[in-house]
Every structure is written in C-alpha cells, then in structure tokens.
C-alpha cells in the first residue's frame, strides 16, 4: 500500500487516528473467531471495538460494514492483521469484560452509562432534582464497581459529571459516592465535570478523595454525553486553582484541535503546562480530518514533551488512552513502531507502586485538609 509521501515509516499514532476518523471493516467470516468475537457483542455496524495496537498504546474504533472500502482486519497465519493506508500491523483485539458484557445485554440505567478505556472505568452521572440524588443509586455505581474490580477489568475510576445547575456543579451530590468508593475499594478515583462557581469547592473535592480531577476545556464534546460548554477563562482560572491543590500531574484538561490555529494552540499548551496541568488532545472521528492530520499532531507531540520536560510535570498518573494524545504516549506518534514506547510506567500497573502512591496520596490529602482548616479559622470563618 503506499503511504503518504511525509511518512516513509510505519508510526502507530498515525494508525490509530486513521482507525477513528474512518472506523474498521471486519469480514463477516471472521466474526465467529474466538479472538474477534470476543471483543464484540453485537457485531452490529456502529459498535466500538478496542484494538491493541502495541503494547499500551490502544484505540476504539467504529465497526463499519463488511464491505466497506477503508481499514479492513484479516485472519493471516493465525493472527489478526490491520490493512490501511496508513501501514500494516498486527493486532490484537482487546476483549469485553464479562461484567460489561452482562450489563450490556440488560440495558439499563447502568449498563447505558458505563465503559472502559483502558485502565480506566468510566461512570457517567448527572443531578436529578434539587436535592443530592444522582442518575444512579450508590449501592448499583459500587456493584459494578465490584464487578469490574472483580473481573481485572479496571484499576482505576473515573465519575463523569455531566452540567448541573448546581454552583458547585454537583460536587455535593458526587462526595458520598467517592468516599463510599475509598471505603469499600483501594483505588484511585477522578472527576471529569464542570468547574465550580467558587474556587474553594475544588479544595472540598480533594478532601472528599478525588486524586485526579478534569476540568475540559472544550467540554465534554466526544467523551461523554454534555453539550455544555463554559467559558474558557473560567475553566483556565479553575484548573489553574486546583494545581495549586492536588497533587503534581494530577489535574488534566481535554482539548479539541480547531482550523487554523496550530500556533495558537501550542501557546495554550504552554500557558496550561507552565501551571502545572496536563493538556490531553481529543481525536475525533468525523470532523476536521484536515486540521487534525498526523504531521500537525506530530507537531503537537513534540511541543508538548518540550514543554512537560521544561516543568519537570510528572506523568504517572496518566494511563494509556483509546481517544486521546497525551504526553504518555507521545513516542507512538513522534517514533516509529519499533522505538515507541510509553514516557513512563503509569502508576495503576504496579501493585508497589500503587500501594506507595497512595500512601503518599492520603499523607498530602490530610495535610492539605489540616491547612485549609486552619486558613478558614484564621480567616473568622
């Protein structure tokens, strides 16, 4: 196949986003092997199916109809082989856990509102009423919880809270099911969501044990279901409060790459780094093929490793995702397939390290808790 005259080596970032903009054809014949079919459940055009493309470098792509021209997977000499445009590799197809496959056949509140991404188990949630009721009852959030814990499935939680009315955007509502969570599990936990109206909520967020915490900036566009999006001065000036209160590399932002703008964007990845937060650019699908191209990605890449380097920003937390570039795996879009590994090893894969980031975590959290205490009695308050 040939390939596109600015890249004479085969680069995994440039698959992966070639597999989501134009999704994968797998034969009808193929459907019944073991190690496709268990990575489907319906095998239905439109499903999403997650191939490893190397080791901890992983993307989600569309399943389009067998006959349709693009990326095609083949059975060849008892391993799956991907023919695109972009190069040729091998895969492997990674499969749908047990549990998520149950939840999904009974479609309900739960299994609507639940996937995964990588190490990463995301819960979808939104206000109901006035009060402090979620879309989900705790006792179900924490079943399923289990279930994936269970199964190996995940090593950390993601709560993505969807807009709220609320001037704490919902955060109330969240801190009885993140402290319910730290109590029946050893885990990590983060909020996606909305920034609140008052800054010194985000400090009642760290103490109520969120360890990660992602305020996008383009809201929730391709990752969940809002439409909402907040003024970006207001988001800036709540990200770049919440570094000053969790833990270093440990407050993210998404990012959708817009026409036209490759320099202006590098000058926001820079104001974001430069205070400690780590930016994670958004791969879509469908939309802006042209400005989302592999070499302004590379670019991209490249700008971001200078900078996260430069602030000596630590990357731990970060794991490998299906949608996103990140400054984790940067190396699969700026080295060829055979060079490309990830800048470091990400915390959830190790059960020492683990253990001792937690420990740390929880150190911090109480020193941090004690401060603001001890401000606000100062302060008369």
Same mark, same amino acid.
């Given at each position: 196949?040939?390939q596109?005259e600015?890249m004479?080596?085969?680069?995994?970032g440039?698959?992966?986003?070639?597999?989501?903009?134009?999704?994968?054809?797998?034969?009808?014949?193929?459907?019944?092997l073991?190690?496709?079919?268990?990575?489907?459940? @319906?095998?239905?055009?439109?499903?999403? /199916?997650?191939?490893?493309?190397?080791?901890?470098f992983?993307?989600?792509?569309?399943l389009?109809?067998s006959?349709?021209?693009?990326?095609?997977?083949?059975?060849?000499?008892?391993?799956?082989r991907l023919?695109?445009?972009?190069g040729e590799?091998?895969?492997?197809?990674?499969p749908?856990?047990?549990?998520?496959?149950?939840?999904?056949k009974?479609r309900?509140?739960?299994? $609507?509102?639940?996937? #995964?991404d990588?190490?990463?188990?995301?819960?979808?949630?939104?206000?109901i009423?006035?009060?402090?009721e979620l879309?989900?009852?705790i006792?179900?959030?924490?079943?399923?919880?289990?279930?994936?814990f269970e199964?190996?499935?995940?090593?950390?939680i993601? #709560?993505?809270?969807?807009?709220?009315?609320?001037?704490?955007?919902?955060?109330?509502?969240?801190?009885?099911?993140?402290?319910?969570i730290?109590?029946?599990?050893?885990?990590?936990?983060?909020?996606?969501?909305?920034?609140?109206?008052?800054?010194?909520t /985000?400090?009642?967020?760290?103490a109520?044990?969120?360890?990660?915490?992602?305020?996008?900036? $383009?809201?929730?566009?391709?990752?969940?279901?809002?439409?909402?999006?907040m003024?970006?001065?207001?988001?800036y000036?709540?990200l770049e409060?919440?570094?000053?209160?969790?833990s270093?590399?440990?407050?993210?932002?998404d990012?959708?790459? @817009?026409?036209?703008?490759?320099?202006?964007?590098?000058?926001?990845?820079?104001?974001?780094?430069?205070?400690?937060? /780590?930016?994670?650019?958004?791969?879509?699908r469908?939309s802006?093929?042209?400005?989302?191209? =592999?070499?302004n990605?590379?670019?991209l890449? $490249?700008?971001?490793d200078?900078?996260?380097?430069?602030?000596n920003?630590p990357?731990?937390? #970060? =794991?490998p995702?299906?949608r996103?570039l990140?400054?984790?795996?940067?190396?699969?879009?700026? $080295?060829?397939? #055979?060079?490309?590994?990830?800048?470091?090893?990400p915390v =959830?894969?190790?059960g020492?390290g683990?253990?001792?980031?937690?420990?740390?975590?929880?150190?911090r959290?109480?020193?941090? /808790?004690?401060n603001?205490s001890?401000?606000?009695?100062?302060?008369g308050l």
């Amino acid at each position: 196949m040939n390939q596109p005259e600015y890249m004479d080596r085969k680069y995994f970032g440039q698959i992966k986003l070639g597999l989501i903009q134009r999704g994968l054809a797998i034969p009808t014949l193929m459907h019944g092997l073991s190690e496709v079919s268990r990575g489907l459940c @319906s095998a239905e055009p439109g499903e999403e /199916i997650t191939l490893a493309l190397a080791e901890d470098f992983i993307v989600k792509t569309t399943l389009n109809p067998s006959e349709k021209d693009g990326p095609k997977l083949i059975s060849q000499q008892d391993r799956l082989r991907l023919y695109m445009e972009e190069g040729e590799t091998d895969v492997d197809i990674i499969p749908v856990p047990d549990f998520l496959k149950q939840q999904l056949k009974k479609r309900t509140p739960v299994s $609507e509102n639940i996937c #995964l991404d990588g190490y990463c188990f995301n819960i979808f949630l939104r206000a109901i009423g006035k009060g402090r009721e979620l879309s989900m009852p705790i006792e179900a959030i924490l079943s399923v919880i289990q279930a994936a814990f269970e199964e190996g499935a995940a090593d950390l939680i993601q #709560l993505n809270m969807d807009y709220s009315n609320d001037d704490d955007r919902g955060f109330q509502r969240l801190a009885p099911l993140v402290e319910a969570i730290k109590k029946r599990f050893n885990t990590f936990v983060a909020l996606k969501g909305f920034p609140p109206l008052n800054k010194n909520t /985000i400090d009642c967020v760290y103490a109520s044990g969120f360890d990660i915490v992602n305020f996008p900036l $383009e809201g929730f566009f391709g990752t969940a279901k809002s439409k909402k999006i907040m003024a970006a001065e207001k988001t800036y000036e709540a990200l770049e409060y919440a570094s000053s209160v969790f833990s270093p590399g440990t407050v993210l932002t998404d990012l959708i790459m @817009s026409a036209g703008a490759q320099d202006k964007f590098k000058e926001g990845i820079d104001r974001l780094i430069n205070s400690g937060i /780590i930016p994670l650019i958004l791969l879509q699908r469908d939309s802006m093929k042209e400005t989302s191209s =592999y070499p302004n990605l590379v670019e991209l890449a $490249e700008h971001m490793d200078q900078a996260i380097q430069r602030n000596n920003l630590p990357l731990k937390w #970060l =794991y490998p995702a299906c949608r996103f570039l990140s400054p984790l795996d940067t190396r699969f879009f700026t $080295e060829d397939s #055979l060079k490309a590994r990830l800048a470091v090893k990400p915390v =959830y894969r190790s059960g020492l390290g683990r253990r001792t980031s937690a420990g740390f975590a929880a150190i911090r959290r109480k020193l941090r /808790i004690r401060n603001v205490s001890d401000s606000f009695e100062s302060a008369g308050l």
